[in-house]
């Protein structure tokens, strides 16, 4: 599914070219997220910016921590990026994980995560990594139907 979906209304342009675009709720964010893509990355990032922009803390921290879920998967299936990934992150930390919000709340975006992430993804692909963006309504929901389908096992 293409990230414009998620952005802009419609998905595509209109007769003069542009987008129409508001800013896509949290399941929107979390969905593009869970597309594990390097576009989905910079997505995020861009949406992080333009939170930042906005004096908008909370439309700042979404894609930010989505953001940061995202980068173990965008490592390991991107070899070119994975080969000096200490420095991706300390950039990428610099300028989006290394923020003090409005409120004084600070939150927690440490390297060991995704070093762990990496590692856990080495020994299995389809490895389940935590998240600190939360679910989408999608996710809550099927895992809803395995915990249900389990317990009447």
Known sequence: M??????????EPDMRGRF???WPEGGKIRAIRNQASVEA???LLCLARKGEE???????????????????????SNPALRY????LFA??????????????IRFSFPINTIREGLQA????????????SGYTDRQIQQ????????EDV
Request: aromatic share 12%; proline share 5%; hydrophobic share 50%.
């Open 2 to 11: 293409s990230i414009r979906v998620h952005l802009f209304a419609d998905g």
């Open 20 to 22: 129409d675009h508001s």
């Open 41 to 43: 990355l910079i997505a």
């Open 54 to 76: 906005l004096e908008d803390d909370a439309r700042h921290y979404l894609p930010s921590a989505c953001a940061f879920d995202l980068l173990p998967r965008v490592l390991y």
């Open 84 to 87: 000096r990934w200490e420095g």
């Open 91 to 104: 950039c990428i930390e610099r300028l989006f994980w290394n923020r003090i919000y409005y409120s004084g």
């Open 121 to 132: 993804l080495d020994a299995d692909p389809f490895a389940v990594l935590p998240i600190m």
């Open 143 to 150: 895992a809803r139907i395995l915990n249900a389908a389990l």
